[in-house]
């Protein structure tokens, strides 16, 4: 048995986050590989290692000098070195790194991988694993995806018995040269290692208990979501939640390794577990899986009478907005009408010319557009096939007296989608979450 585990920048904030760590790391024998990012917030106002490295970087490039904000840096890792009682040199490391910044020899990617480099520095002392560099076995192609046929034989023939941690969010180019992944990177080095070692278990160790239902912004205090597949998944980030996002873990997808995604300050509660299917209903009362949404659509609306006894309208309306490289999110239709539902900060800019356009080559009967609109999607792989859930939705959006402006539901029946006005935007999420959860 074989768990790999990632640890999010708020659990490498401070000596009292390694601690916890490392008691996560020792009660269970099978999570002999840990990868962990820069350390992040201690608190709301504090700030993160990779904010500051990037900042550092910017300040250097415009011949400002950074010693302040590198001593923010230095400090967070030397203080939680000597809290820990840790003895390793960092000092000599820090000094040449310094003097690379000040004579501008570092490359932003190198520069900023440094946070996560020095966390698993310290990680891999105090848990007593050995430290396994990135950039020794993360290999990009030139194109900038990762090279999974060097990288994972690499890291197999780096593996030890004893355990290993790994630094996140970096790895090499095939000319030497240090790369980052996008922000959040980490998680992608954590799957890519399950993926390489062929894990049981990809533990994804964060600060809240799993995936959340809904916005806690919006939702007072939301369940967790026990079980998730990687399709519901793509529809609740596609559609705003803030969560770990399907793309980042294709490496596990890819090889069916199940993810767990954890709280490390509330070790002893299930967090959420992702995969492909789940063969056993664990909760056949619940429907949906998570409800979420985002704000700022933008609805144009053609009619134009006899429209469904033509050919090419609805082709000719998509073309124009194509043709500004703007991404449709929704289409919804009647006989003789049709709405493209779409950002307003994409259509903004073209509107008029879009409209222009559109009136020219259909020759609409009328033709408008609606803004402030918020689209709102109950996703659930158990709602397919079931009747009564849109009954269910739409009842109870109707009691607290919200008009909706639009409704779709996917092909795959694992999401309904419907457009209200922005300002009964939270009051829908809460309809619903009170409706179906509580
Ligand atoms: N430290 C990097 C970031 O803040 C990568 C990560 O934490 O996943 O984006």
Redesign the pocket.
Known sequence: MLKVTKF??SSMADAGQYRKVRDIILADPSRKVVIV??A?KRDKRDH????LLYLCHAHTQYGVDCTQVFEMITSRYLGIRDELGLTLDLESEFDALKKQLDNKSISQDALVSR??YFSAKLMAAYLGYRFVDAADWVRFKLDGTVDQDISYPALVGQMSPQGIVIP??YGRMPDGNIRT?S?????ITGALAAAALDADMYENWTDVSGILMADPRIVENPQPIPEVTYDELRELSYSGAQVLHEGTIFPVREKNIPVNILNTNAPNEPGTIIREDFEVDSDPHRFITGITGKKDFSIISMSKRGMSNEVGTLRKMLSVIERYNISVDYVPNGIDNVSVVLPTDALQPYQYAILAEIEKEVRPDSLSVHDEIAVVAAVGRKMAFRPGISGKIFAALGEAGINIRMINQGPDELNIIFGVDNRDFATAIRVLYNSFVK
């Open positions: 999010g920048g990012s820069a992040g993160k290692i990779t904010d946070g996560e996140g969010f992944f922000r959040g990177g980490s998680d």
